[in-house]
């Protein structure tokens, strides 16, 4: 029997016996904390499950985790990850990368993963700064940043990871927060049971090198500044007294005492068309930032379509030898 099976797991049977080395206050402990928690609600074995990172400190996750896991190399995380999900298909997989790891040298594994539709559970651990190599600008550091790196401020445009992942075809695209504990723990959960390559890009605070970079959705006005999406529901915040309403393909906070319900935008996550308006709000000080599921459709994965391939080919030939492979075709003899 399994183990899932024959024990209920718990919370402490997905913490690992390794000294977590973050420093204290990062919003990394958040994250891991729900990672810990949700794992055993799946009702999967700890062999089951593989946490695949690449390097920066949200790169440390695997060692933390009670899990199988590989902390490969930087911005290759998405790589490794598709070589374990080919090779073992009933895995649950998961990719833990940063704005840094992930977006920079890493962008082209990212995309191709999600533009392939690889089953992986990709969570970003976005902080809008290089945090492990002491505080230089990232890849989604806003246009003025002064780092170590930028000490007159950086001159490069940000990159919209909503926007990138749905430009590369993803299937399921997704934001939350650290803080936001009960909405990072259903996203995990949206994830987990989507059927092909998942991206959840977390807001996560970096309290040495860019502390209170989120603190207009994490504080005391959080929910003015911030908008739920929920599947099928109108577009209300700040307590449903402001709400969202489509200009063309433009969005404009209106005041619910001037207006009805009815004119209110209704969010639709399997509409690629809004997904790509709503991933645009990002950042934008006119509008509330979008948190939740902004895009989810069903499609054939990478994966079980190369395994279906496989298979076919076994029926139409049988299974091959290695030996016979080489020996096969065109060959030459070199004295």
Known sequence: MSESQTTQLTKKDFVSDQAVRWCPGCGDYAILAQAQKQMP????????????????????????????????????????????????????VWVV???????????????????????????????????LTKGQYSPTSEVGKVTKATPYGSIDNPLNPPSLALGAQATFVARTIDRWQKHLAEMMERSYNHDGGSFVEIYQNCNIFNDNAFEEYTGSEKLDNVIELKNGQPMLFAKETKGLKLEGAKAKVVDMEKHSVDEILVHDETDLELAHIIANWTSNPDLPEPIGVIYSIDKPTYNQDMVDQISLAKEKKGVGKVQDLLNAGDTWKVD
């Open 41 to 92: 609600t799946f009702g999967r074995k700890r062999e089951d499950i593989v946490f695949v990172s690449g390097i920066g400190c949200s790169s440390r996750f695997p060692y933390y985790m009670n899990t199988y896991g590989f902390h490969s190399i930087h911005g290759r995380a998405p790589a490794v990850a598709t070589g374990v999900k080919i090779a073992n298909p009933d895995l649950s």
């Open 97 to 131: 990368t940063g704005d840094g790891d992930g977006l920079s040298i890493g962008g082209n594994h990212f995309m191709h993963a999600l533009r392939r539709n690889m089953d992986l559970n990709i969570l970003m651990f976005n902080n809008r700064i290089y945090g």
